[in-house]
Structures are given as structure tokens and as C-alpha cells.
């Protein structure tokens, strides 16, 4: 069986101050506080283009909840307030779907759809142009991953370990895959990720699991982290960030501490960094960007995995993962802050505070523009330079 309800609120909040370690070693019977953060020249230039609603968002939930952009559009769900559309560049709102579903995932956009899941269960699927409804569908379990909608199908993940493919026209289920889930993981999943005839799928056991894409059947698997210690805390190995696909290498990495390069195709491992988190990776030319349970932020060579380096001065604050704008990597915190970082060096270069709420969700940067959301719904763009 999965974790109760009751220890999942702990990992809800994406590093609770009531788990030993999290929050560094004890002194004196009190666990250590957030790092203070420290100021610095900044030296890049951070504008603000606008800020939107979503709606009521996710609060404790902990389904790091956040946009999706396509076609000059960021679509944005909240768990209440249904989904609504605004423009990339200005945040004019394009439309909105009014919904009483409480819709805790995604949304994921593509092919002319934006597609959002509920705590229920419910998959609802929108016209991209418009917001009017194409259809609803349901699974078995919760919803806080973003569906990603390719290959003429929605695949949803689901909490009970299931990925289910539905058909993109109708919402019928083509088929579906499940995965046992551990006794206890880190609270979250998240989207899985295409390739030409893959779905790649990184599991809270810590493996990456290929399926083919028309019919679900199992291809290879790769353990990024093995299940070891001794408790289930001490095993946790969660891959709770979308597995990157870069031309025929897939980039994972684990809350053990652990990041992977695949050779996508056949499932051989490529190399081993020996460190990573259960976030998201940043992406640049030449190097990755991950962040650790501790709030470390470490960039590694994208050839070889090596440490390039480290930022130790958001120790305990709760990072999201990490997204990659220009010359910088940047993170959001608990406290609503956003960090820039040099991607060559790893120095802070700009810091804004984006909202009085937390950050859990990654931020999400297309076309120079960077989107981030807040667990109260609220968004704010930002770009470099001006």
C-alpha cells in the first residue's frame, strides 16, 4: 500500500522542517534555519513584463503546479478557478474555462489542445485557440503531473503509479501502464517525456522506464539510483522531475543524489553525476543545472557529468528545479524569491522577489521569457536586459 495521507502532507511541502536532515544536522535538540540570503552587485538585469491570476492555487497541496507556454501563449490551471490563457509578451487574458474540478495538474499543451487533471481523476482536454471544451475523460487516482499531449494521444500520470495514454481526438484510452509505487516517496510526479516512439517515464523507485508509444509495452529500464539504507526514509531514490531528451540522450535525476545520462534508444548508461535531486534539470549548450534535497545548485558538465560547480548559499530553502534563461540558471524558493545564477561559475547575478507566497514549481522559460507560478495561482514574467 501507498503512504498514508498523513505522512504525505509532510513531503507536500516539498522538504518539511519536521524531517531530520532536511533541513541540515541538529545543534542543541533545533535543526538548522533556512539560510539567510545574502546580499550581492547584481549583474544582470531583470524586468518585469506582468503578473496574472490563475486562480485559487495549490497552497499545501503540493503538486507544483505550474504554466504551460505554446504558439505565444502561457495556459495556467489552479486547483480552483478552472484553466485560463494569456499572451506570452503582455499577460492579456485570452480566455478562460470556468470549471468546479479541482484541477491539481498540468496544464500540458500541444497539437492544438491544452490538457489539465483534477484530484478526482478527471482529464479535461481544451481547444488551444479558443478554451472551449473537446472533451473529459477519467482515471483511477489523482492527478498532479502535467499530461503532455504528442503523438496523437494525452498521456496522464497518475499518483497510483499509472501512466494512462488517451486518444488526443476523443479521450478514449488507448492503454495503459503501471508501476508499483514505494511505501514512502517524496510527495509528486511528474510529466513523462516523448521520443520518436518512446515515452519515457522517471519512477519514484528511482528507475527511468522507456515504453513504446503505441502500444505501452515495456522497452528497457535504468535504475538512476538504487533503493538503499536502511529505512524507507534512507531509501528514497524518487525521479520526481521530467527525464530531459536531448537529440538521442536522456538526462534523469534522483533524489538520492544521483543524475543519469541514457543513451535513449537502448537504455545504456552514458555516465554518472554524483549529484541531483527529484526536481527538474536546467538545460544549457553545454552543461546541466540541478538542485539537491539541501538546496544545493550544481552545475555539471552535459559530456561527462562532472561538477563544474557549486551555490551553497540557498542551503535549505526549499528550491524548485531549476530552468536555464540566457547566460543564467534560475530558481524559485519558499519564500517567493527568484535566483539567478551564472551557468559558467554558478555566482549569484540577479534576485527578485516574484511573490510573498512559495514557489514550487519550476519556472518555465520560452522565447526569452521566464513564467513563474505561486501555490496562491499568481504568475509573473520576467525577461533579461532591459
Not at 499518483?159 to 508501476?179: M, Q
Amino acid at each position: 500500500m501507498h503512504v498514508s495521507a498523513a505522512v504525505l502532507c509532510v513531503f507536500a511541502l516539498g522538504g518539511c522542517t519536521t524531517v531530520k536532515g532536511w533541513f541540515g544536522s541538529k545543534k542543541d535538540g533545533k535543526p538548522n534555519e533556512p539560510t539567510e540570503l545574502v546580499e550581492f552587485a547584481p549583474t544582470a538585469t531583470i524586468s518585469k513584463l506582468w503578473s496574472a491570476q490563475a486562480g485559487k492555487g495549490e497552497d499545501r497541496l503540493g503538486a507544483r503546479q505550474g504554466p504551460a507556454i505554446a504558439d505565444g501563449r502561457v495556459y495556467a490551471a489552479a486547483v480552483e478557478g478552472g484553466v485560463r490563457a494569456f499572451d506570452l509578451q503582455t499577460g492579456k487574458p485570452v480566455w478562460h474555462y470556468e470549471s468546479d474540478l479541482l484541477l491539481s495538474g498540468g496544464p500540458g499543451a500541444g497539437d492544438g489542445l491544452v490538457v489539465a487533471g483534477g484530484l478526482d481523476g478527471h482529464v479535461i482536454a481544451l481547444d488551444a485557440g479558443t478554451g472551449a471544451e473537446k472533451w473529459q475523460s477519467k482515471v483511477n487516482a489523482e492527478i498532479i503531473a502535467t499530461p503532455v499531449v504528442g503523438l496523437g494521444m494525452v498521456f496522464v500520470r497518475s499518483n497510483d503509479g499509472r501512466l494512462t495514454a488517451l486518444d488526443a481526438a476523443s479521450g478514449e484510452r488507448r492503454w495503459f501502464w503501471t508501476r508499483d509505487v514505494p511505501l514512502l516517496s517524496v510527495r509528486g510526479n511528474d510529466a513523462p517525456v516523448l521520443g520518436p516512439g518512446f515515452v519515457f517515464v522517471g519512477n519514484d523507485d528511482g528507475t527511468v522506464q522507456a515504453l513504446a508509444a503505441n502500444d505501452g509495452r515495456p522497452l528497457w529500464e535504468q535504475a538512476v539510483a538504487q533503493q538503499e539504507g536502511r529505512s524507507e526514509l534512507d531509501r528514497m531514490a524518487d525521479i520526481d522531475g521530467t527525464p530531459v531528451l536531448e537529440d538521442t540522450t536522456l538526462f534523469a535525476t534522483s533524489y538520492k543524489g544521483r543524475t543519469l545520462a541514457i543513451d535513449a534508444p537502448s537504455g545504456r548508461p552514458m555516465w554518472s553525476g554524483e549529484h541531483g535531486g527529484s526536481g527538474r534539470i536546467g538545460v544549457g549548450s553545454d552543461r546541466l543545472v540541478v538542485v539537491d534535497r539541501q538546496g544545493g545548485v550544481f552545475g555539471l558538465q552535459k559530456s561527462s557529468g562532472g561538477t563544474l560547480w557549486q551555490q551553497a548559499g540557498l542551503a535549505r530553502r526549499n528550491l524548485t528545479g531549476a530552468a536555464v534563461q540566457g547566460d543564467y540558471a534560475v530558481v524559485g524558493d519558499f519564500d517567493g524569491y527568484l535566483h539567478w545564477l551564472k551557468l559558467d561559475n554558478g555566482e549569484f547575478a540577479a534576485r527578485t522577489r516574484a511573490s510573498r507566497k512559495a514557489l514550487r514549481a519550476a519556472p518555465v522559460v520560452v522565447d526569452g521569457v521566464l513564467v513563474a507560478q505561486d501555490v496562491d495561482g499568481e504568475l509573473n514574467a520576467y525577461r533579461l536586459g532591459q
